[in-house]
């Protein structure tokens, strides 16, 4: 074998052992996830289960500490992502659409903000919640999870949005429509793709957030799933691993079944740019 054909094998061979170690960085986890949820001794170690059981299911299974705390995530995180994919819609159509010299500082600004740490802001916004009568309030929490997410879904969205041809929607307007009417009617419906991608990432970057239902929610009813999990770690290193595994799983299980509802909106593309040839 010649020398270049040895090397390019070994370099190949480098590149395999090196996707295999990260893929196994990702896998040892999910994997304790699953083994542990059945095993009725699970501990910090990833190992074959002693026994298959679903008693660590049935333990957590309740409304104080799965039902409740789900449903206020998918109102949380449902409610923030529809207002922000909304807005975000509204907001990127005039960006992509009309052309402006103030188009390119307020992206840049928006790209700015998308950079700024949450945990930088929760102060005021804390003292802001308070003044206003919206601390420890579910709409208040909503405002300020679709308030952090904009940023870069109004980027994401006009991105998209910019892949619409625009002769589509010359027609519709010598037809008679309102540009509100051909965004609603011609623009998001050729870019499902790019709003499949807005509301998913949206949804996720919420359903994962503790930080911001931690500080703006007092009252323990109102706490999502988010927060709760946080009470399977005792006050002196107490872990029921099994009841956590478990309950990871059922906490997961939403942002799942999200991303397969909408995932063959996910394989489209904008392929309508040969329509507006003649």
Do not use: H
């Not at 994401?156 to 609603?184: H, R, Y």
């Amino acid at each position: 074998m010649s020398s270049p054909a040895r090397r390019t094998r070994s370099r190949k061979l480098a590149a395999d052992i090196g996707l295999l170690a990260v893929a196994a960085a990702f896998a040892v986890p999910l994997a304790w996830v699953l083994l542990s949820a059945l095993d009725p001794k699970a501990d910090v170690g990833v190992k074959a289960p002693d026994g298959i059981t679903l008693d660590n299911f049935d333990a957590v299974l309740t409304d104080e500490i799965t039902f409740t705390p789900m449903l206020n995530s998918l109102l949380l995180c449902g409610g923030g992502t529809l207002l922000t994919v909304v807005s975000a819609a509204l907001a990127a159509y005039p960006l992509s659409r009309y052309k402006s010299r103030l188009n390119r500082p307020f992206m840049l600004t928006i790209l700015f903000a998308t950079s700024l740490p949450i945990t930088a802001i929760m102060v005021p916004v804390y003292a802001l919640f308070v003044r206003v009568d919206l601390i420890d309030t579910m709409q208040g929490t909503i405002f300020f999870f679709a308030a952090s997410q904009l940023p870069f879904a109004i980027w994401l969205m006009k991105n998209f949005m910019d892949g619409v041809p625009k002769e589509l929607e010359e027609a519709a307007w010598t037809d008679g429509a309102s540009p509100f009417q051909s965004l609603i009617r011609i623009v998001l419906p050729l870019m499902g793709p790019g709003v499949a991608v807005v509301t998913v990432f949206s949804f996720v970057m919420m359903w994962g957030n503790f930080f911001v239902p931690f500080m703006l929610l007092l009252s323990p009813d109102q706490m999502p799933a988010a927060v709760s999990i946080n009470d399977f770690f005792g006050s002196k290193g107490a872990i029921v691993y099994g009841q956590l595994a478990a309950f990871s799983l059922i906490y997961s299980t939403p942002v799942i079944l999200l991303y397969v509802l909408i995932a063959r909106r996910l394989g489209g593309g904008f392929a309508l740019g040969g329509a507006v040839k003649g």
